[in-house]
T-cell receptor, first 118, second 112 residues
Framework: AQSVAQPEDQVNVAEGNPLTVKCTYSVSGNPYLFWYVQYPNRGLQFLLKYITGDNLVKGSYGFEAEFNKSQTSFHLKKPSALVSDSALYFCAVRDLRHSGGGADGLTFGKGTHLIIQP | DGGITQSPKYLFRKEGQNVTLSCEQNLNHDAMYWYRQDPGQGLRLIYYSQIVNDFQKGDIAEGYSVSREKKESFPLTVTSAQKNPTAFYLC???????????FGEGSWLTVV
């Protein structure tokens, strides 16, 4: 079975400081990894994904994430936080060995509230 | 604009009543999904469909039903058998051969 853990319910960062939102995963094979962001009362927006290749993945709005196979982690980072980055962030994982296409095998973490203080 | 449209945004259900949430996409995606979101629990998969006229149960299908008569449409019915239906419902879609799913804006369902 696959799983995702987001160990922090909430992360507080001052505007202009670097931010990190943590994610660890567990799969039997190699993972597909995703980050999504959700603003209040809205759907989820795709930020970035790791499939294969370079361990540092760059995404939308200046976000990036680093895949670390030995630590089974996929932490989301941004060098300089903006107040507008305040939102709920979800990490998700899918086992590459999952048969077929699509995202029916996608498992989401419980989400981390990111609060950027002016 | 291309995207996923969910309606209504807010819906109220009386006890014992069935209600249907609409989801339409014009992204030419093959696969469509319904998720339920409760505070602090992340997203849970209700049903998904990879092709027209075929759909599969997800992790929490009890009390829900779906249909997929057209590629663009995947309505979700919340039946009276669903005892705790108050939640935020998210529709999503993807290409069958791809892995990134894209979400609609969500629908709030409240039992009154």
């Amino acid at each position: 079975a696959q799983s995702v853990a987001q160990p922090e319910d909430q992360v507080n960062v001052a505007e202009g400081n670097p931010l990190t939102v943590k994610c660890t995963y567990s799969v039997s094979g190699n993972p597909y990894l995703f980050w999504y962001v959700q603003y209040p009362n809205r759907g989820l927006q795709f930020l970035l994904k790791y499939i294969t290749g370079d361990n540092l993945v760059k995404g939308s709005y200046g976000f990036e994430a680093e895949f670390n196979k030995s630590q089974t982690s996929f932490h989301l980072k941004k060098p300089s936080a903006l107040v507008s980055d305040s939102a709920l962030y979800f990490c998700a994982v899918r086992d590459l060995r999952h048969s077929g296409g699509g995202a029916d095998g996608l498992t989401f973490g419980k989400g981390t509230h990111l609060i950027i203080q002016p | 604009d291309g995207g996923i449209t969910q309606s209504p945004k807010y819906l109220f259900r009386k006890e014992g009543q069935n209600v249907t949430l609409s989801c339409e996409q014009n992204l030419n995606h093959d696969a469509m999904y319904w998720y339920r979101q409760d505070p602090g629990q992340g997203l849970r998969l209700i049903y998904y469909s990879q092709i027209v006229n075929d759909f599969q149960k997800g992790d929490i299908a009890e009390g829900y039903s779906v249909s997929r008569e057209k590629k663009e449409s995947f309505p979700l019915t919340v039946t009276s058998a669903q005892k705790n239906p108050t939640a935020f419902y998210l529709c999503a879609s993807s290409f069958s051969s791809g892995n990134t799913i894209y979400f609609g804006e969500g629908s709030w369902l409240t039992v009154v």
